[in-house]
């Protein structure tokens, strides 16, 4: 059973994916808050597997509470998946940096959402290339002046590579393409580097691929 909190400030918002996840006989929706400082209560208590946060709320927004549900050890388990109105903006590159798993547009199509919940559930490839993408021309925009260090010396080459080729945007099956393995290689690559750069997901593997150097924006 997926356990998944919901938190947004607009209550016919709220019961809308309430009413469209409590359908599903894998999902049970533990709890809901209307602003972030209740909501982080809630995952504190419920432990759950998905927090659902929308970016822009009272008294806590998302990008605060995704920051202290990344920071607290007691939730490493919790998968932040961000709401937002406005697709991909400086709001959501902000909580992605802050811990966040991903994000969803309010406008998804409702196989779209409960198929995200289930990815995000199970710790799979948590941004989908195409963000992955927008992640990247946002590094060409405002490339960092200054790389900085991360721990890569601890990755072998092959998960190295892994990594460089996550932050160029290419999914599981086009990196075990590239690398010539198998797709469950490639994950395994993916998944040891993450643990050795104690990134929480994809999204994390990203940012840092960028800001240690291991990447730029030219040769993505």
């Known amino acids: 059973m997926i356990r998944v909190v919901l938190v947004d400030d607009q209550p016919l918002i709220r019961s809308g994916f309430r009413a469209l996840l409590d359908l599903e006989k894998d999902i049970e929706v533990v709890a809901e808050a209307g602003d972030g400082r209740d909501g982080l209560a809630l995952v504190e208590e419920h432990l759950p597997d998905i927090a659902l946060i929308d970016v822009q709320m009272p008294v806590m927004d998302g990008i605060e509470t995704t920051r202290r549900i990344a920071a607290d050890p007691a939730l490493a388990g919790v ?127 990203v940012i840092l691929a960028y800001e240690s150097g291991l990447v730029t924006p030219r040769n993505a």
């Not at 080459?157 to 599981?172: D, H, P, T």
């Open 79 to 205: 998968h932040v998946v961000i709401l937002t109105n406005y697709g991909f903006d400086e709001y959501v590159f902000d909580a992605l940096r802050a811990g966040a798993t991903g994000f969803l547009v309010k406008d998804v199509l409702p196989e779209d959402f409960l198929h995200a919940v289930r990815v995000a559930a199970r710790g799979d490839a948590l941004l989908a290339p195409s963000i992955t993408r927008k992640l990247i021309n946002r590094y060409v925009a405002q490339p960092l002046d200054t790389p900085t260090c991360t721990g890569l010396e601890e990755l072998t080459n092959r998960e190295r590579e892994a990594v460089a080729l996550v932050a160029q945007g290419l999914s599981n099956d086009e990196i075990a393409d590239r690398m010539v393995i198998t797709r469950m290689t490639a994950k395994t690559h993916i998944n040891r580097a993450m643990t050795k750069l104690h990134s929480r997901d994809r999204a994390q593997l």
